[in-house]
T-cell receptor, first 116, second 113 residues
């Protein structure tokens, strides 16, 4: 079974440019999450999709970030325009279920974004 | 919201020693506590988890303990091996709302051969 995949693995862009990150979850997983880790800090929640619907987007830092999951399969996270503080590793994760009692999330390898 | 503190940030041990990583959480409603291991250049992977109705769980050389009263949980690795070297993240998930886990800052474990 293929795991969660993310593209690209690395991206270096200049401040003010646009970047789009892609995540392909494990097939059949309705729940898709985006996280970000700034160096040395916690893995911070950004957004949760259930199929194509945004279930929780309370972690999105501002309106420069736009996430979509058309058709309930892969997801994209666009940063426009990028700022220096957007640098970090962006993780995507998916899970088959979500709810009380806990559930395993399967992480992708992450996209390392550097904004110069 | 939930706040998870994780200590230490770096832990260096000799092969064969034990390693302990500690986390505290603030929300008494949290009831699921996973631990993820991220090896260099790889993705975070779940290694063990514990639910609030259990005080301890073991899986070979790793174990997790939970003290709900004190709101802390710990990861114990015995007989450490060089391949245990990685960053370990603890997390706490609430029993309601969107069930999103809050992660700690990670512990970089280095096992010297």
């Amino acid at each position: 079974e293929a795991g969660v995949t993310q593209f690209p693995s690395h991206s270096v862009i200049e401040k003010g440019q646009t970047v789009t990150l892609r995540c392909d979850p494990i097939s059949g997983h309705d729940n898709l999450y985006w996280y970000r880790r700034v160096m040395g800090k916690e893995i911070k929640f950004l957004l949760h999709f259930v199929k194509e619907s945004k279930q929780d987007e309370s972690g999105m830092p501002n309106n420069r970030f736009l996430a979509e999951r058309t058709g309930g399969t892969y997801s994209t996270l666009k940063v426009q325009p990028a700022e220096l503080e957007d640098s970090g590793v962006y993780f995507c994760a998916s899970s088959q279920t979500a709810g009380a009692g806990g559930y395993e999330q399967y992480f992708g390898p992450g996209t390392r974004l550097t904004v110069t | 919201g939930e706040n998870v503190e994780q200590h230490p940030s770096t832990l260096s041990v000799q092969e064969g020693d034990s390693a302990v990583i500690k986390c505290t959480y603030s929300d008494s409603a949290s009831n699921y506590f996973p631990w993820y291991k991220q090896e260099l250049g790889k993705r975070p992977q779940l290694i063990i988890d514990i639910r609030s109705n259990v005080g301890e769980k073991k899986d070979q050389r790793i174990a997790v303990t939970l003290n709900k009263t004190a709101k802390h949980f710990s990861l114990h690795i015995t007989e450490t091996q060089p391949e245990d070297s990685a960053v370990y993240f603890c997390a706490a998930s609430p029993s309601g709302g969107s069930y999103i886990p809050t992660f700690g800052r990670g512990t970089s474990l280095i096992v010297h051969p």
